[in-house]
């Protein structure tokens, strides 16, 4: 997660201002509190070829210290608006970003309009501080001293090289931090289980699926719901509710997963999809921190009749010499587990974009446990024919830590069933189908639920 760190800019009540909400007029604070170009700030008149030359080493240096601001359109020592025009400016930086830097960093960008004229104004980047440094521009880490974004470099002189090397062993191990913090966020500490029967009549540990979410930014809900009360009634109330989802342009159904018992503990809230005491354990939780981040953990759901599905599995013409092997494997429901992974992650991202329109990307780490021959079964067409032509398909794994997109923030679409698609499609082939075979199930299951016109 991302902090939002410095920023030269209060509100009326002294409060920082990150770029998210920034107006023109607020600009005028770079005059008034007569702030200069330094460690977080640099000013550049206009959006030339030489401006284009320094950008990447001026965000990557901005990256590997503690984040900063670059203002174009602004001139260094008086701080003097000098307007210019937005020709695209944010698609050539992202590209130079693109060509020039390695890892790419993060930055936001904000085009402030004048109100002299509509079609000039000032540039805004803000570059938060990395999360994977060092941030690599044209071959050499940047850092910034003082005003100047300065290369680290191999020097004969001997206070030189240890200067640099210090450097650069700092930025690894803020690197290394950072990872430490999302592992040590992706682990379940809420009482979850998914308890089935046996043969022996001994309840085994069945299958369970566990999302940690993670925003690009600090979202701190307490700066837009006052109370933890506040956020516990709003939470429950918008889970009640129906949301859409499309398919393209078009309202293809609308569904909810309704959490019904919200407990308040350390940093979050613990909300849970029955309210019944007997099912506290086997219910689908939604861990709510203030900070935006969120865990959901789902038990996945058990066919309680085996040997029901087993019946049907073996008219399909598999391969086998003793029926007793199908007692092997374990049967859950594909089609609920694909609308609850669903269900919760769009409750969590539309719930999130009412409270907060600009939240906009998260991380996504998704961790199954417990699915050693555990067989996803769908009542559908496309996976009879599936398991005609490959046999019994199974998970071959006790447990999977899927890293969606390898710690890339993923741009969320709330309301695009082809996002979400997209998205869950590594957990499907943890249980041995291809992405094309998920296509079909995913297809199948949410056809079901489509809303007739």
């Known amino acids: 997660m991302f902090e ?37 700030i640099e000013y550049k008149v206009e959006f030339n070829s030489s401006v284009k030359k320094k950008i990447p080493k001026i965000i990557s240096s901005f990256a590997n210290e503690s984040g900063g601001w670059i203002f174009v359109g602004i001139e260094n020592k008086t701080r003097k608006f000098c307007y210019i025009e937005n020709n695209g400016i944010e698609e050539i930086i992202q590209q130079l970003l693109k060509e020039h830097t390695s890892p790419i960093p993060k930055i936001e960008i904000k085009f402030l309009k004048s109100d002299s004229s509509r079609e000039t104004g000032i540039l805004v980047i803000w570059v938060p501080e990395g999360i994977e440094p060092p941030y690599i521009a044209n071959g050499n880490i940047f850092v910034r001293v003082g005003s ?30 950072r990872k430490q913090e999302i592992a040590d966020f992706c682990n379940k500490k809420i009482s979850i289980s998914n308890d089935i029967p046996t043969n022996l009549g001994i309840p085994d540990k069945g299958g369970i699926c566990n999302i940690y979410i ?70 689908v939780a939604w861990e709510q921190f203030f900070n935006g981040s969120a865990k959901f953990h789902i038990p996945i759901s058990y066919y309680p009749n085996q040997k029901s599905i087993i019946g049907t599995i073996k008219q399909n013409d598999l391969k086998y010499e003793n029926s007793e ?29 009412k409270v907060i329109p600009d939240f906009s990307e998260v991380f996504i780490i998704i961790e199954l ?17 599936v398991i005609k032509e490959k046999g019994l398909i199974f998970s071959d794994k006790q447990s999977i830590k899927i890293d969606l997109y390898n710690l890339n923030a993923v ?6 069933l082809m996002f979400y698609l ?17 296509a079909k199930f995913f297809t199948g299951t949410m056809r079901k639920h489509e809303k007739k016109s």
Not at 24 to 35: G, N, P, V
Not at 243 to 272: H, V, W
Not at 327 to 341: H, P
Not at 422 to 434: D, E, K, W
Request: hydrophobic share 35%; with cysteine.
């Open 214 to 283: 993670i925003p690009v930014y600090n979202l701190n809900l307490f700066e837009h719901l006052e109370t933890e009360e506040d956020i516990i009634s709003l939470f429950l109330a918008e889970s009640k509710i129906p949301k859409p989802y499309f398919s393209g342009n078009d309202l293809f159904c609308e569904m909810n997963i309704e959490f019904k018992k919200a407990t308040q503990s350390y940093m979050s809230i613990i909300f849970r999809s029955s309210d019944v005491l007997d099912y506290f354990q086997n219910t």
């Open 411 to 416: 741009k969320i679409e709330e309301n695009n």
């Open 148 to 177: 100047t974004s300065t290369p680290l470099k191999n020097d004969e002189d001997l206070f030189v090289a240890i200067k640099d090397r210090f450097y650069l062993d700092r930025l690894y191990q803020k690197s290394k931090a």
């Open 325 to 353: 092997i199908f007692s092997k494997f374990q049967y859950y429901d594909g089609e609920t587990f694909i609308k609850t992974i669903i269900l919760c992650l769009g409750s969590y991202f539309k719930i999130l974009k």
């Open 422 to 438: 997209l998205l869950i499609n590594q957990v499907f082939r943890s249980f041995g189908y291809t992405n094309n075979e998920f």
């Open 369 to 385: 446990e417990n699915i050693k021959r555990l067989v996803l079964f769908f009542d559908l067409e496309e996976y009879r024919q």
């Open 4 to 40: 939002f760190g410095y920023s030269p800019f209060t509100d009326n009540n002294g409060n920082k201002k990150n770029i998210f909400n920034l107006n023109f007029t607020d600009l005028e604070q770079l005059q008034t509190k007569e702030i200069e170009e330094g460690e977080h």
